[in-house]
């Protein structure tokens, strides 16, 4: 609690402002609600993409905020008589990762690209010259696959503008030649045989782990006092205890600002009006603050509230938008992460919702830096060529309470390591 | 704030018992081959000396070099006789050292 003589007179004033901020609509069991900033945005406005970040504009697609994509073609467009392509140039087209990751990233095809590390997303091409498919289909299905098949997660390459009509052809002709089982180089590169990835790594361990150092800035953090005299100490002079379980309680839907709150998003907007402190989300004092306050729930099991009306509907707001087509190459999170779940797109693994939030804030050995939550949304937006939203977006709570649900049970062990 | 080392050594060992001691300083290690955008050279700074010292004798040193990764580790072996202090000291090339210790007792 609050001591000492000088505070006192701010002190009251908080209290003061806290008792007035109580939860609208809860019923009976009103509650002092802990006190936010409730008018400001919780990240940089205008937002601006992480430096090292590919610069694409991407602002005709869909977002998980609006949708501006065309909607797909309702017929196959007809090809008259054999398609005239350059096969040697389709080989090419293939394997080229500059436009759009290639077919190789969800295709085995033959010795295309010599074949390495090609996924298995989509079924293996090697022997599509033999299957008897009319030019008319070849072109189709890599124009726009969604006249043949509704749901499939393939990019309609030509109707989004990826591919011109002639490189499409190229493409088709050269899927006419293929006609020969693949032959890998090594097992590794057939992704039918290739094991999945194992994180072994000690979490928890700070010699293995840069992802621990967080905990003694947090530490620094958690004492630091903003410009009224506060810290978070001030009030919460025995953390351990107090925030045992509450990370693990998070995300949740906060009725004074309509949206769901994640705990880096709760603290940038509760040590506003508590210290006068700024620690907008995506800063390094966010990340730090978020790794130390679930670490302290570390071993509690993920529990967020799945039946209030509130969240029940906020869940299914998240579940449409993992259902979204959205960004140039017009995936949703369930395409990966669900239908192409257990599979490899092009070398990386892709996981299964469930798994996929207990371990963050998370340390990215590649990136030798911390990833919370939001940012490996936005990532995974920028990497399909869709433009990513600010990390405080209301769509994000949805989306991480939705995952949160689907990881009920599972205990948090943060700071994770991944590659 | 300035990192704090990373250390890990057994609390207890036997008399005459190889131990393994692991090490790891959080440090840029900047190589001074690298230039900036405006194509000045980015100074070196790195961890130019490892020590590890046990009740005041050296047990194991290293001079380190431009090569060397970010976050320099080290992992070795001691054989210990006696209960004491290991002493560790990083020293940074603009002359800053860091030191750690960690107490052993053997029984």
Redesign the interface.
């Known amino acids: 609690m609050i001591r000492g003589g000088t505070l006192a007179s701010s002190a009251a004033a908080l209290i003061a402002a806290g008792a007035i901020l109580v939860v609208a609509g809860s019923g009976a069991q009103a509650q002092r609600a802990a006190p936010l900033e409730l008018k400001a945005d919780a990240s940089v406005r205008p937002w601006v993409r992480y430096n090292g970040w590919p610069a694409r504009d991407e602002s005709k697609w869909s977002t998980l905020a609006t949708i501006s994509s065309p909607p797909a073609p309702t017929a196959a467009r007809k090809i008259v008589g054999q398609i005239t392509g350059d096969a040697a140039n389709g080989a090419k087209l293939v394997a080229d990762r500059n436009r759009g990751g290639s077919c190789l990233a969800c295709h085995v095809m033959g010795q295309s690209g010599n074949a390495d590390l090609p996924g298995n997303v989509g079924p293996n091409l090697s022997e599509i010259g033999n299957a008897g498919r009319t030019d008319e289909w070849l072109f189709n299905y890599i124009f726009d696959a969604r006249v043949y098949n509704p749901d499939t997660v393939m990019p309609p390459w030509g109707s989004h503008g990826e591919f011109n009509d002639q490189e499409i052809k190229d493409m088709a002709a050269f899927l006419k030649t293929m006609k020969k089982p693949a032959v890998f180089k090594t097992e590794l590169d057939d992704p039918d045989k290739r094991p999945a990835p194992v994180e072994k790594r000690e979490n928890l361990?700070?010699?293995e782990n840069?992802g621990m150092?967080a905990l003694?800035?947090a530490a620094?953090l958690w004492k630091t006092r903003g410009s009224d005299g506060f810290s978070c100490n001030t009030c919460h002079s025995d953390p351990k205890t107090a925030f045992k379980t509450w990370a693990a309680s998070m995300p949740k839907w906060e009725p004074r600002l309509n949206k769901v709150l994640g705990v880096e998003e709760f603290v940038t907007r509760h040590a506003k009006v508590t210290t006068g402190l700024n620690w907008l989300m995506e800063t390094e004092e966010n990340r730090d603050m978020s790794v130390y306050l679930h670490n302290l729930a570390n071993g509690a099991p993920i529990s967020v509230d799945t039946t209030s009306a509130e969240s029940k509907a906020a869940i299914e707001r998240g579940k449409a938008l993992a259902n979204r087509k959205i960004g140039e190459l017009n995936f949703a999170c369930t395409d990966c992460h669900g239908k192409s779940a257990n599979h490899w797109i092009r070398g990386q693994w892709l996981g299964e919702p469930k798994g996929q939030y207990d371990h963050f804030p998370t340390w990215r050995t590649s990136l030798?830096t911390i990833w919370d939550i939001r940012q490996r949304f936005q990532w995974c937006q920028v990497n399909i060529r869709a433009d990513e939203l600010p990390p405080d977006a209301k769509e994000y709570g949805d989306l991480e309470l939705y995952l949160a649900s689907q990881n009920d049970g599972l205990k948090l062990s943060v700071p994770g390591i991944r590659h | 704030m300035a990192e704090k080392p990373r250390l890990k050594i057994p609390k207890d060992a036997k008399k005459g018992e190889l131990i393994e001691i692991k090490t790891l300083m959080p440090h840029i290690m900047e190589t001074g081959q690298r230039k900036d955008k405006d194509g000045k050279t980015i100074p070196r700074k790195i961890i130019n000396t490892f020590t590890c010292e046990f009740n005041g004798k050296s047990v194991f040193s290293a001079n380190l070099d431009s090569a060397v990764a970010a976050n320099p580790y080290m992992q070795f072996f001691a054989k210990v006789e006696e209960s004491g202090t290991f002493k560790f000291s990083w020293t940074d090339d603009d002359g800053t050292v860091t030191t750690a210790e960690e107490k052993i007792t053997v029984g």
């Open positions: 361990d700070a010699i840069p150092w003694d800035k620094v030798q």
